[in-house]
């Protein structure tokens, strides 16, 4: 079955970095786009990245823009979250998630809506202290 395994969390100072990995596994990695998603207590689920099945194109949320970046290993079946100057903000559960559909051949906004994905990992925790 395909499973989707996050790791890389953990608890940082603001302005630190970190970064996260999803390992892929039961699916044929270089034909799904991969995404980032994130939830806080008490807030709705946020997009925070997306990249394309060949890794060309990449979509960022506007709160993590120019600090995140999304990239990905299909040899390994692995998609990356880089995080740098890390704020409180972005305290929350990071998850991965796959879509097979051709989600960057659409609108803007289609690889930001978690519907159009798949497949997801269970997450890990990111905790920004201040």
């Known amino acids: 079955q395909v499973q989707l395994v996050e790791s890389g969390g953990g608890w940082v100072q603001a302005g630190g970095s970190l970064r996260l990995s999803c390992v892929a596994s039961?699916?044929?990695?270089?034909?799904?786009?991969m995404g980032w998603f994130r939830q806080a207590p008490g807030k709705e689920r946020e997009f925070v990245a997306g990249i394309s099945w060949k890794g060309d194109r990449t979509t960022y949320g506007d709160s993590v823009k120019g600090r995140f970046t999304i990239s990905r290993d299909n040899a390994k079946n692995t998609a990356y979250l880089e995080m740098n100057s890390l704020e409180p903000e972005d305290t929350a559960f990071y998850s991965c998630a796959a879509s097979g559909r051709s989600i960057f051949h659409g609108d803007y906004d289609t690889p930001r809506r978690g519907r159009e994905y798949d497949y997801w990992g269970q997450g890990t925790q990111v905790t920004v202290s201040s």
């Open positions: 039961g699916l044929t990695f270089e034909n799904y786009a």
